[in-house]
């Protein structure tokens, strides 16, 4: 049991007061769901590698100048954050048709977009997320428009960094989920990335074999999902390549 006040409990993190007024810790918790978490698991690792990738990608887009929610992390499985509003919202880019995008439009999965795309979905799973036009978000008040237009742009430059970061190490990046909140200031609020960016979140394909090194091995019954998510941690240099096999996760659970 914890000592700390739980804030929120999601499908794959827990939300706990944080130690300063305007902060949380986030927790990363092994377990995994798919289509509305009708389908779910628990998968021994996942929250340790999900915090430490998603760790170095809100730390590399602060380096080039993107704000984001995070401060540090504070163990294996736990980040300190700031504390946000969360735009309800779930903002999903796309270079390569796959999922739901294929589904919908009849696109082969793997077919290159003629540009990158950026979707919007509703943060609601009693409805199971379901698309918007960009006009649901103004008529509704989700976002205003000054908003959504820092929303756009940010989320085009994270891609852009993702694509040439996973590119460097023989990723091809398909697609993304981000999710972005409003942080408080002296003199209003800021838009800031928030949440997380992981291969939970994200399609990540080995550009050599299309390997998915994502969820979708858990979606999809692929196996070895963990160790795609070690793969990618491995190639970022997040953790050491060990000789062992299957790949050792006590690399990354012995870091403090
Ligand atoms: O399922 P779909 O094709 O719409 O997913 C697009 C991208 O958004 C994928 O990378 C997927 O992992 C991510 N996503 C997510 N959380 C959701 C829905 C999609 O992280 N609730």
């Known amino acids: 049991m914890s000592r700390r006040k739980q804030i929120y409990e999601g499908k794959a993190k827990i939300l706990y007061e944080g130690p300063e ?49 995070f401060i540090k992390r504070v163990n294996m499985r736990e980040q300190l954050i700031k504390k946000v509003e969360i735009i309800p919202l779930e903002v999903i880019c796309r270079n390569v048709a796959a999922g739901t995008m294929s589904k919908r439009l009849g696109i082969e999965e793997g077919e290159k977009l003629p540009r990158s795309i950026v979707e919007f979905c509703l943060k609601r799973d009693d409805l199971g997320d379901p698309l918007l036009a960009e006009e649901h978000i103004h008529a509704f008040g989700w976002a205003t428009q000054d908003e959504l237009d820092e929303i756009i742009g940010m989320t085009l430059r994270i891609n852009d960094f993702m694509l040439g970061l996973f590119a460097g190490i023989g990723i091809r990046l398909i697609d993304f989920k981000i999710e972005f909140g409003r942080l408080a200031t002296p003199d209003g609020h800021q838009v800031v990335l928030a949440d997380e ?30 160790e795609a998510y070690n793969e990618v941690a491995m190639r970022l240099g997040i953790i050491k390549p060990n000789p062992g096999t299957p790949p050792n996760l006590s690399v990354v659970t012995g870091d403090k």
């Open 21 to 69: 007024p305007g902060t949380l810790i986030q927790y990363f918790k092994d377990d995994a769901t798919a289509f509305n978490a009708q389908k779910k698991a628990t998968l021994d690792g996942k929250g340790v590698l999900n915090n430490r990738i998603s760790e170095y990608m809100m730390l590399r887009l602060g380096e080039i100048g993107i704000p984001t929610h």
């Open 197 to 226: 960016i992981s291969p939970d979140s994200c399609r990540l394909w080995d550009s050599e074999t299309d390997k998915k090194l994502d969820k979708d091995r858990f979606r999809r019954d692929l196996g070895d999902v963990t």
